[in-house]
């Protein structure tokens, strides 16, 4: 089955810092999101990159698809106390059907 | 449009009851999933169904687990007996697969202890 490793687990950062997640899969990549989730909340929809060499940009969140469409990584530019939660990568696998398989998920802390 | 809407909120529940969670998905989405997400296991997928039939269950854990969707606006997932490692958070999500919108939407989950 299709596995997602997400480095690293936790991250502290200073506020104004810029910070990477990476989430690399074990199988080719047919569709990857990334999500947000908050203490006690859902997971918010943020990105979708289906093509290899994709990146998307939502205000200062941009993800990118490599071209072998295995790993992905989420950078967060001049990182803000509002960004703090966890990050989950999901991903469509050849074998999940529209189930999605997710990663464990970052932790991300930012201090003022 | 309200979102994903899940009930109850919190569950608390003494080990061999029963328990029941519920979920209203987006109108108009006609695939609807049910995870869980524990700490040691991240977030697994249980069952999802596509217009109303399910699809694949293999991530259900046993038959005290069953879940439902009796119409496009409602589906169940029951536990019967309840177990203290059932303690966990539910997500319901929905989607639809017309006009290239595959997003999953995801409820604010149904927190679940049981003592």
């Known amino acids: 089955s299709q596995e997602l490793e997400q480095s690293p687990q936790s991250l502290i950062v200073q506020e104004g810092k810029n910070l990477t997640i990476n989430c690399t899969s074990s199988?080719?990549?047919?569709?990857l999101y990334w999500y947000k989730q908050k203490y006690g909340e859902g997971l918010i929809f943020l990105m979708m990159?289906?093509?290899?060499?994709e990146e998307k940009s939502h205000e200062k969140i941009t993800a990118k698809l490599d071209e072998k469409k295995q790993q992905s990584s989420l950078h967060i530019t001049a990182s803000q106390p509002s960004h703090a939660g966890i990050y989950l990568c999901?991903?469509?696998?050849?074998?999940?059907?529209?189930?999605?398989?997710f990663g464990k998920g970052t932790s991300l802390l930012v201090t003022p | 449009d309200a979102g994903v809407i899940q009930s109850p909120r919190h569950e608390v529940t003494e080990m061999g009851q029963e328990v029941t969670l519920r979920c209203k998905p987006i109108?108009?989405?006609?695939?609807l999933f049910w995870y869980r997400q524990t700490m040691m296991r991240g977030l697994e997928l249980l069952i999802y169904?596509?217009?109303?039939?399910?699809?694949?269950d293999s991530g259900m854990p046993e038959d005290r687990f069953s879940a439902k969707m009796p119409n496009a606006s409602f589906s169940t997932l029951k536990i019967q007996p309840s177990e203290p490692r059932d303690s966990a958070v539910y997500f319901c999500?929905?989607?639809?697969?017309?006009?290239?919108?595959?997003?999953?939407?995801f409820g604010p989950g149904t927190r679940l202890l049981v003592l």
């Open positions: 999500a929905s989607s639809s697969r017309t006009g290239g919108e595959e997003t999953q939407y």
């Open positions: 199988k080719t990549l047919y569709g």
């Open positions: 990159l289906q093509k290899g060499g």
């Open positions: 999901g991903a469509d696998g050849v074998d999940s059907g529209y189930a999605l398989n």
């Open positions: 109108s108009g989405h006609d695939y």
């Open positions: 169904f596509n217009n109303n039939v399910p699809i694949d």
